[in-house]
């Protein structure tokens, strides 16, 4: 691991300031300690020699303030640091999957660790690790020069013991690397069993075989456990063996004052401050090692994430980029901002790793409407409209689409109120959400409910019927603005009556917008203005 990685600094530009602000206080820091030590032999001489002991107790008074002053506002802009950049990793990384066609992105389980513990991980990293590097550059150095001007011997001797320090340290960390890396893959599998039986639980459970897989989460939880011992283990040798070599340095140099000062060759004043100092170049150095094994998972984490960040070799596939919650400067797909449609010029889709193509030279013209496409199951047809989304780039030919509102099969609902599932965290007034409540036949349900567009949902919008998620999720796609809507098996779980209002909500948008619905029901091909049946050779436009 790299003590310090500039590229973090470059990338979360948030975590300038803080980390600058840590650096100058970590000075300051180091200057109160050394004030410290000189205002304490003035004080104790003064005692000793029968001096005024007053000027001295208000220095050390007003030094003993300063160093807590300065240690609570280092742990405030610590924690304040910790929080920026964290959140700033997240958010970056977000931006750049979300900009990101689905080929180029990791895998879920991978982008999740990196994501949640990864980005979480650095935290202690900016709050603990930089601010103890900080002060083990600064205090030893300040010490030394302090000591040298002190007590030459003295200064010898911690000059000639402190870099065995730094270099156990060293050796000590390249052992640590192995550990942290079999760590951070056991952690990544972890999350990556959890993410899938979380996943599968329901079929699971619908089989009878959920008990299962209580013993492999078992089992991979001990795999981590035994990771996370080992690992500890040998932080604490290691912060043993360093707190060994600090000890015994110091002592040598406390003996050889002794002994000068038994012999008369030393003055009190010289040998106390250079007994006080002597412990203060030493600290912060076994303080950067003890923080090291906390901040080796952000380190690891901090390569992950900047390596995720980096631009890619091959930017032509990068097809979106925009900043995070703004409005995106072109369409997906490739169109032109102010295009309405879908042209879709023999393209094909081959997913990362398939032998053959989902997609295979289909070639389409949907403008203002609705238009139903058909096909037979697994032909490709979620697989079309991830294309027309700008989701996905076609691995041949050409797509162009305007700015699309997608509505897959299973649409995300947030957890939180009804009127988060609504917007999303775009602002829509009541009334709006009112309208497209109406529009999908839940606006009596909504009413009906004592908290009505504040009532809260769970996970996947938990305490709606099917039924209800597929309406919401309609009502979601007509408060969008986009000019084009694709809409994936809209009425896969409603009966006759709701899939009714649905095909009535559909066609309306349609005279209003180009809807692009992915359907079983010929009701709803029917009433289409165009149809295209998907095949396995290409797309048939019927109408
Ligand atoms: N993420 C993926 N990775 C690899 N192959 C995939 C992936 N998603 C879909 N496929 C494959 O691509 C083909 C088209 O899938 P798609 O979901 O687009 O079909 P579909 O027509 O929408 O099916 P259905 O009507 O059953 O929803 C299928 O053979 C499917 O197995």
């Known amino acids: 691991m790299r003590p310090f990685d500039p590229r973090l600094l470059r990338t979360a530009p948030a975590a300038r300031r803080p980390v600058t602000v840590l650096a100058v206080v970590g000075v300051l820091q180091g200057l109160a300690t050394i004030g410290l030590a000189v ?24 030094l003993f303030g300063a160093r807590a002053a300065l240690a609570w506002v280092a742990e405030r802009v610590a924690a304040w640091a910790g929080l920026e950049v964290t959140a700033e990793l997240r958010e970056r990384l977000l931006a750049r999957w979300l900009a990101s066609p689905a080929e180029d992105r990791p895998d879920p389980d991978r982008a999740v660790t990196l994501a949640a513990q990864g980005a979480a991980s650095v935290e202690p990293y900016v709050a603990r690790f930089l601010p103890a590097l900080v002060a083990g550059v600064v205090v030893p150095v300040l010490a030394l020069a302090t000591l040298l001007w002190v007590d030459w011997v003295s200064a010898l001797i911690v000059a000639l013991t402190l870099p065995l320090l730094p270099f156990f340290a060293a050796l000590i960390g390249t ?187 289909v070639s389409l013209d949907a403008g203002p409407g609705l238009t139903a496409v058909t096909g037979p199951s697994g032909v490709g047809k979620s697989t079309l409209l991830e294309l027309a989304a700008g989701l996905r780039t076609p691995t041949a030919g050409t797509v162009r689409a305007g700015r699309a509102h997608l509505v897959t099969q299973r649409p995300f609902l947030p957890a939180g109120t009804l009127r988060d599932a609504l917007t999303l965290g775009n602002g829509a007034d009541d009334q709006a959400l009112w309208d497209a409540l109406r529009l999908v036949g839940l606006e009596g349900f909504v009413a009906g409910l004592s908290r009505a567009l504040g009532t809260p949902l769970g996970d996947d919008g938990f305490g709606l019927s099917a039924g209800q998620r597929a309406r919401v999720a309609l009502a979601r796609a007509a408060l969008s603005t986009a000019p084009v809507l694709l809409v994936d098996e809209p009425t896969a779980h409603l ?34 203005d165009r149809h295209v049946v998907l095949t396995h050779e290409g797309a048939e436009v019927l109408r």
């Open 39 to 62: 205002a304490l032999t003035a004080l104790v001489v003064a005692v000793v020699e029968g001096m005024p002991v007053g000027p001295s107790a208000l220095w050390l008074a007003g």
């Open 175 to 361: 052992a640590t690397r192995a550990e942290t890396e079999r760590r951070w893959a056991a952690l990544s599998s972890l999350s990556g069993h959890f993410l899938d039986v979380m996943r599968g639980l329901p079929t699971l459970v619908g089989y009878g075989r959920a008990e299962r897989q209580v013993d492999v989460i078992g089992e991979v939880s001990q795999q981590h456990r035994r990771a996370t011992m080992s690992t500890l283990r040998l932080a604490f040798t290691s912060s043993a063996a360093l707190e060994l070599l600090a000890s015994i340095s110091v002592a040598i140099v406390a003996v050889t004052v002794g002994l000068r000062l038994t012999h008369g060759s030393m003055t009190l004043q010289a040998g106390l401050l250079a007994i006080l100092l002597a412990p203060e170049a030493y600290w912060p150095i076994r303080r950067v090692g003890a923080e090291f094994h906390a901040a080796a998972d952000g380190a690891e984490a901090i390569d992950g994430i900047l390596a995720e960040l980096a631009e890619p070799d091959d930017s032509s596939r990068r097809v979106r980029t925009w900043p995070l919650g703004q409005p995106r400067p072109h369409s997906p797909g490739g169109g032109a901002p102010d295009e309405v449609g879908v042209r879709l010029v023999r393209a094909a889709y081959t997913y990362p790793g398939a032998d053959a193509p989902a997609l295979t030279s």
């Open 495 to 528: 009966d006759e009556d709701a899939a009714a209002l649905v095909h009535d909500v559909l066609v309306e948008l349609g005279e209003r917008r180009t809807v692009l619905a992915v359907t079983h029901r010929p009701e709803l091909v029917e009433r289409a």
